[in-house]
């Protein structure tokens, strides 16, 4: 398997502007995570998937975040609008809790907001 | 909840000394512990895990670590790093009945000289 894959692995835009980030977590896989990482706040929980539903979006910082899964091999984090302190490298996870209990990682995406 | 500390935040030493990582955690209930790494510009990448059982446990690359439950510990070590070591190092944990969302510290950043 490629492992969790994340697009794009760069994105750069201007504050105000909508940004999409798309997420194909490993096949086989139920659930998914996003986590923020950034200087100040270190590695944080955004929201996670189970079969497909929501289930925890307490870690959403603003109504600016939303996320969706659409179907078990792809899940989308949009921010809009973004600002500049959205700034960081958002990662997502996914793993199968019959079989594993840590989560296999992607590459990140880093966003820069301008 | 549990919440993790990572008790330093840069470890610099020199190739073919020996490491340590320390973590400390803090949870109600019982939890499974890992520790991550994250070379630069990479999603992160498993190191070992504890889960029960016995209370050292052996990861990739030589690392290993030990589970000490009255002292709330997790600390990882390895007896002679390398240069390709060099990497940020985090420590994660779950409740086992908290669908495994992670909670990380806030890593430590180890630097090894020639």
């Known amino acids: ?49 189970n079969n497909n539903v929501p289930i925890d979006d307490s870690g959403m910082p603003e109504d600016r975040f939303s996320a969706k899964m659409p179907n078990a091999s792809f899940s989308t984090l949009k921010i809009q609008p973004s600002e500049p302190r959205d700034s960081a490298v958002y990662f997502c996870a996914s793993t199968d809790r019959t079989i594993n209990t840590e989560a296999f990682f992607g590459q990140g995406t880093r966003l820069t907001v301008v | 909840a549990q919440s993790v500390t990572q008790l330093d935040s840069q470890v610099p030493v020199f190739e073919e000394a020996p490491v340590e990582l320390r973590c400390n955690y803090s949870s109600s209930v019982s939890v499974y512990l890992f520790w991550y790494v994250q070379y630069p510009n990479q999603g992160l990448q498993l ?11 052996k990861g990739i690359n030589g690392f290993e670590a030990e589970f000490n439950k009255s002292q709330t510990s997790f600390h990882l070590r390895k007896p002679s790093v390398h240069i390709s070591d060099t990497a940020e190092y985090f420590c994660a944990v779950t409740s086992v009945s908290n669908d495994y969302k992670l909670s990380f510290g806030a890593g430590t950043t180890v630097t090894v000289r020639a």
């Open chain 1, 1 to 49: 398997d490629a492992g969790v894959i994340q697009s794009p692995r760069h994105e750069v835009t201007e504050m105000g502007q909508e940004v999409t980030l798309r997420c194909k977590p490993i096949s086989g896989h139920d659930y998914l995570f996003w986590y923020r990482q950034t200087m100040m706040r270190g590695l944080e929980l955004l929201i996670y998937f």
């Open chain 2, 47 to 57: 190191l070992l895990k504890y889960l029960s059982g016995s209370t050292l446990v």
